[in-house]
């Protein structure tokens, strides 16, 4: 079976670090992968760890944790532009479900 | 410029009528998915296909069905047993080999009227 959680919402001031984390129950797991969707929009792309450990890109990085099933997104230097949806994916050779993600609010 | 394409942005559904719709990719991807969201909700899968005449249920299907007769190709018909069809559709596609990322067409937002 699959399950996935995530928290539903976040929320933060601008310049701050923001981790989003992400538990999930997937067959045939091979990897974790993260988007960002802004209201109205499709998702994007943002990252993915298929080994354990930390993957770095810019301002994101994301984290991954075999043994644990656990997962997470940390959002260093939070800008307004950031505010928006982010979906955990676990990855597997066939079905790609995504968690019900986390809102985030970026205040000034 | 390669990508995904979605048709039409808006469509409206009356009710007892079949709705199609349309998913074209020239990223010569082997797989591809369609996903439904609700307002404020998260994507949950309807059906995928991981290669051209073949496809499978997702974890909402009912109400639903496929075709993939190219491989460019994934159309949507949301039929008139769906009751409540109003969502944002979300198709999507990914290589075997980059098959940690998946491309997003901009979506179909169908009402009912």
């Known amino acids: 079976g699959q399950s996935l959680e995530q928290p539903s919402e976040v929320t933060a001031v601008e310049g701050a670090i923001v981790q989003i984390n992400c538990t999930y129950q997937?067959?045939?797991?091979?990897?974790l992968s993260w988007y960002q969707q802004h209201d109205g929009g499709a998702p994007t792309f943002l990252s993915y760890n298929g080994l354990d450990g930390l993957e770095e890109t810019g301002r994101f990085s994301s984290f991954l944790s075999r043994s644990d099933s656990y997962g997470y997104l940390l959002l260093q230097e939070l800008q307004m532009k950031d505010s928006a949806s982010y979906f955990c994916?676990?990855?597997?050779?066939?079905?790609?479900?995504f968690g019900t993600g986390t809102r985030l609010l970026v205040s000034p | 410029d390669g990508g995904i394409t979605q048709s039409p942005k808006y469509l409206f559904r009356k009710e007892g009528q079949n709705v199609t719709l349309s998913c074209e990719q020239n990223l010569n991807h082997d797989a591809m998915y369609w996903y439904r969201q609700d307002p404020g909700q998260g994507l949950r899968l309807i059906y995928y296909s991981q290669i051209v005449n073949d496809f499978q249920k997702g974890d909402i299907a009912e109400g639903y069905s496929v075709s993939r007769e190219k491989k460019e190709s994934f159309p949507l018909t949301v039929t008139s047993a769906q009751k409540n069809p109003t969502a944002f559709y979300l198709c999507?596609?990914?290589?075997?080999?980059?098959?940690?990322?998946?491309?997003f067409g901009s979506g179909t937002q169908l009402s009912v009227l």
């Open positions: 999507a596609s990914r290589t075997r080999r980059g098959r940690e990322k998946l491309f």
């Open positions: 997937t067959s045939g797991f091979y990897g």
């Open positions: 994916a676990p990855l597997s050779f066939q079905k790609l479900v």
